[in-house]
């Protein structure tokens, strides 16, 4: 239970976060920071947050710190927060990216406030309207050198993202940078990349939007999501998201090959092989 | 309304037109035709079809006889079916390329008791056990060559769909491929391929379980698909096919081009050009 929680930022993620630990009474007054006065008020507004103020402000109020902007933003407001915070509270963020913060973070005297969380869920919206009361349950919250935060700071944040239906899974900044690329960042490029491929080769938009079914719906949705939040993302993964990249284009142009000699057996091999996937995504 | 409905394949499709058609009234008896005994039997089990019959019984007995299998197996056996089809009867098939069966049937003395038609709907899942009752509803559904065809046979098909749920579009058979392969085909190439570079990349497979969310689920999707309907559909359209899966990897490579030339500001152009997607898919 912390009295005070202080959102920094006030999107999705926080917005869901902070609607969620006050209606399971894990927050009774939520502070909001953000960059924006549009923002802050629609966060009032939705009653996502009951005051906004400034950082610093915000911070030396609150019990717990939950920072969600984006990946290139959260260092340096990190670090402003990380020398101001006291043995009394907690921090954490809900990053995308692990690597850069936490090396970023890893001779800071107050490094055991701080709870490096990745909570893997997320809409291809944002702002605080985005901000939904079933957000988190049933998806994975991972959690990066947990040896290096205080035990009882690491416990809370663990209680809190169960009590949203999560589970918890600890792996290294590095591996899950890793990771990270395989099973969201990747599926982010290809969306967009897909919706550029039809937007540029396809001139009659009535054509797609009267004949578009609900594959192409779900494999071009994410390209809705925010540049602000994802390109610092690929920015700062870009060393693992370029690996993935790249294998992906090589897939692709098997396909492209098949297509073009005409190979129906290897069409249908590549094919085989990826309904394999039928075992990992029930 | 007819008296017998031949489906022929018992899947997604036509399982799901069956149940619809009997439950909505337009059908009072359905008749089955399958390459396996165990998909008949199954079809029966399922109150899909209530009778399995050879073709050419299925056909003679058949008051509207509608055709769902692989696209390269419906040519052939649309041919035997338009040989043995009278003046009283309506054949009508669903397949998502047109051209080729367009072109195969055009000189066909019965060309008129066919209706070509595409109800742009589907799931990953095949077979049988596949079809759904709430199949159709809200997607378009393309009709081919309007005009080559009997107009009381095209208005009991259009009812039929309309009755499902479905707008009607008509198209001829050449854009229609075009527009099937940006608005279908290309994202079910990706879907396989992005299984494939998950796959072939990332080894530990209980991490891709434990971390993928939402946004890889609905990008990957597709990869369940079954390849025995979808190769044929890439190889038939494979020069439209070949054409966005060209443009789609050169858009993938800009992406490539940002990250590895940390282009920011590039990297957001792509991005804010792929959101305008929002404007045709809600």
Redo the contacts between chains.
């Keep these: 239970m912390f009295n005070n929680l202080t959102i920094v930022g006030v999107g999705l993620i926080s917005g869901s976060f902070a609607l969620l630990a006050k209606e399971k009474g894990f927050a009774k007054h939520v502070i909001g920071v953000s960059r924006t006065k549009a923002s802050e008020q629609k966060a009032l507004d939705l009653g996502i947050i009951d005051e906004a103020l400034p950082l610093e402000e915000a911070v030396k109020k609150a019990d717990l710190i939950y920072v969600a902007i984006p990946v290139d933003a959260t260092i340096p407001v990190m670090k402003q927060i990380m020398d101001i915070v006291t043995d009394r509270q907690v921090v954490a963020d809900a990053g995308s990216t692990k690597f850069a913060l936490c090396r970023a973070l890893e001779d800071h005297p107050m490094r055991n406030r701080f709870v490096a969380t990745h909570p893997?869920?997320?809409?291809?919206y944002s702002g605080p309207e985005a901000a939904v009361r079933d957000a988190f349950a049933g998806?994975?919250c991972?959690i990066c050198e947990k040896e290096k935060s205080d035990p009882a700071a690491v416990k809370a944040m663990e209680n809190i993202y169960r009590e949203l239906g999560m589970?918890i899974?600890y792996m290294d900044p590095e591996?899950h940078d890793v990771?990270?690329a395989?099973?969201?960042h990747?599926?982010?490029?290809?969306?967009?990349?897909?919706?550029?491929?039809?937007?540029?080769?396809?001139r009659?938009?009535d054509?797609?939007?009267?004949?578009?079914?609900?594959?192409?719906?779900?494999?071009?949705?994410?390209?809705?999501?925010s540049?602000a939040m994802?390109?610092p993302i690929?920015?700062q993964n870009?060393e693992n998201?370029?690996?993935?990249?790249?294998?992906?284009?090589s897939?692709?142009?098997?396909?492209?090959a098949?297509?073009?000699k005409?190979n129906?057996d290897y069409?249908?091999e590549?094919?085989?092989?990826?309904?394999?996937?039928?075992?990992?995504?029930k």
């Design positions: 893997m869920w997320g809409t291809e998806r994975a991972v589970h899974v591996p990771h990270a395989y099973v969201s990747i599926s982010h490029i290809t969306s967009f990349a897909l919706a550029n491929t039809v937007l540029e080769k396809e009659e938009e054509a797609i939007f009267e004949l578009a079914g609900g594959g192409f719906e779900s494999t071009v949705r994410l390209a809705k999501s540049p994802w390109a690929f920015m870009r998201v370029l690996d993935v990249l790249n294998e992906h284009i897939q692709l142009r098997k396909f492209k098949c297509l073009e005409e129906m069409l249908y590549l094919m085989e092989n990826a309904n394999k996937i039928r075992r990992i995504i």
